[in-house]
Each structure stands twice: as structure tokens, then as C-alpha cells.
């Protein structure tokens, strides 16, 4: 999940994911875009510079970016992630 500091909707999708993280066996984290320190993260991927709607979601397996979208919806997200773990 891809966030800045004060945005409400990120925090209403960080709290539903809170609430599955133990569902799935899979890591998630989050990157607070208004953080300092995250130039190299964005030259090396440069479609993070891209994100305009937040909080913005992927999937990432085996280093591959499986789906993205953004929205807190935390049901989309049980969606995607049954997608691909089944």
C-alpha cells in the first residue's frame, strides 16, 4: 500500500488490513510517499512518481507487480489477493 501521513483513506484501508494480515500468509507493507528517503525507491521505479490517488495497491509476486489500483476498498482488496493466492 502505497500512503502519505494524514490521508483518511489510507488509514480506513491500513485498518481493514490490520484486521486480515493473519488470514494470508503473505507480507504487506506500506510506503509513506511524504516520508523522506524514498528517492532511490522512485528512480528505480519510476511509475511511483505516477501515483495520483491514494492510498494506491499492488500485488507483487516474485518481484513481479501482479495488479495495482487504488482505493480503501477493503473487500476489492480480499478480491485481488483470492485472485491470486487460489
Request: glycine share 4%; charged share 25%.
Amino acid at each position: 500500500m502505497f500512503s502519505k501521513k494524514d490521508c483518511e483513506q489510507c488509514e480506513k484501508l491500513e485498518a481493514g488490513i490490520c484486521l486480515i494480515e493473519n488470514s494470508y500468509s503473505i507480507r504487506m507493507c506500506k510506503v509513506v510517499l511524504s516520508d523522506s528517503g524514498l528517492a532511490e525507491l522512485k528512480m528505480e521505479h519510476s511509475w511511483i512518481s505516477n501515483i495520483d490517488i491514494l492510498p494506491f495497491n499492488t500485488i507483487f509476486s516474485n518481484g513481479k507487480m501482479l495488479d495495482s489500483w487504488s482505493g480503501s476498498s477493503i473487500e476489492r482488496l480480499n478480491l485481488k489477493l483470492k485472485k491470486y493466492l487460489d
